[in-house]
């Protein structure tokens, strides 16, 4: 009988080896990095970072926290305030593949507990598709995470159609994560740019992956949303009807709702009753497990919120998809 194996498709990491890089000055004046009490933080051209949590760099800890948790194998992502879409064109190409060699690194040392996620210089399409297959050709990345917007722009920005090609031409999810949220002006108390706009921005994005004809012109794109996808699942009726009503985007070939089967959703949302919701809209078959580690926004007990909500035979099938949407990581030594 087959053994039902866990996998957490939402954590960040930061390889010791890229901080070492940063500190060599191989990305001055660009990045630069200076330490604190608390841990390094990093300058880039248009701010400074927060301070990185040591675990960010701790597979000791983080295995550690893994077994704690019960999950198998645990697919790292970058830091996002580590995205450097502010980064001259002529260094990002190479401050990603840096951040890609060192979670490759870090797959490396235990490749049955760790697959990871490619980062890209997304600001340029196509070197964020160059970047992408280097990732899963020469280092065995199974996908790539990407935040929210570019600097603002959304995400059916037509310079990115390169990335687009090459992320289906590679059969590699995409991974959305909230970035420099929308509205942050008035989301500046209570943590609420968090608690708040990080779901919102999520929901936008996706939004405009589908009102942009993104997932009509690329139909083998996978993408998978944070945060349970924000309030996406809520809103698409929302969507649908006011599309109909003002005559938006007209050419789509189905209703906004007809999309939610284009995007799977973590099941990072804290409240059983949301999380029921959620698997209610979108379907058992279209969640996977997330732990946003190593932050403090970390949901308790993943997986036992999830079968005492869903029931084991839901967890069984989540568990199921994680690894679909996660082929690559039978582990193969890269090409360096």
């Known amino acids: 009988m087959e053994t039902t194996e866990f996998r957490d498709l939402h954590a960040h990491y930061l390889a010791p080896a890229t901080i070492a890089r940063i500190r060599a000055g191989d990305f001055a004046p660009a990045v630069s990095v200076s330490d604190e009490e608390s841990g390094p933080r990093f300058t880039f051209p248009t701010g400074t970072t927060r301070t990185m949590q040591p675990a960010m760099a701790d597979l000791d800890d983080r295995l550690r926290h893994l077994d704690e948790c019960g999950i198998d194998v645990q697919v790292l992502s970058t830091w996002i305030d580590m995205f450097g879409y502010d980064l001259p064109e002529e260094l990002a190409a190479d401050f990603h593949r ?47 995470m990407i935040g929210t917007n570019i600097n603002g722009r959304y995400l ?14 590679l059969d590699a999810p995409v991974e959305l994560h909230p970035v420099n949220v929308a509205a942050v002006d008035r989301l500046r108390t209570h943590e609420f740019a968090n608690f708040l706009g990080n779901p919102f921005d999520t929901t936008i994005a996706a939004s405009s992956l589908i009102f942009g004809g993104v997932l009509d012109r690329h139909p083998a794109l996978r993408f998978v949303l944070v945060h349970g996808g924000g309030y996406l ?9 006011g599309r109909a009503a003002r005559g938006v985007a007209p050419d789509l070939l ?38 946003d580690y190593p932050f403090d926004m970390e949901p308790p007990a993943v997986r036992s919120m999830v079968a005492e909500t ?27």
Request: charge should be negative; aromatic fraction near 10%; charged fraction near 25%.
């Open 233 to 241: 699942p809520y809103a698409v009726g929302r969507l649908s009807h």
């Open 254 to 291: 189905r209703r906004p709702e007809e999309y939610l089967d284009r995007f799977f959703f973590d099941t990072v949302v804290y409240s059983p009753a949301v999380l029921s919701a959620l698997a209610s809209i979108v379907g058992v078959g279209r969640l996977v497990l997330g732990t």
């Open 98 to 144: 840096s951040i890609n060699e060192g979670m490759a690194e870090a797959v490396s040392s235990r490749p049955d507990r760790f697959g990871f996620f490619a980062s890209v210089p997304l600001p340029w399409g196509d070197a964020a598709a160059d970047v992408l297959e280097d990732a899963v050709t020469r280092l065995g990345a199974v996908g790539s």
């Open 156 to 169: 059916d920005d037509e310079r990115l159609t390169p990335f687009w090609q090459a992320s289906e031409r």
């Open 310 to 336: 869903l029931g084991e035979d839901a967890l069984a099938s989540i568990a199921g998809t994680a690894r679909s949407l996660s082929c690559r990581l039978e582990y193969v030594e890269p090409h360096r």
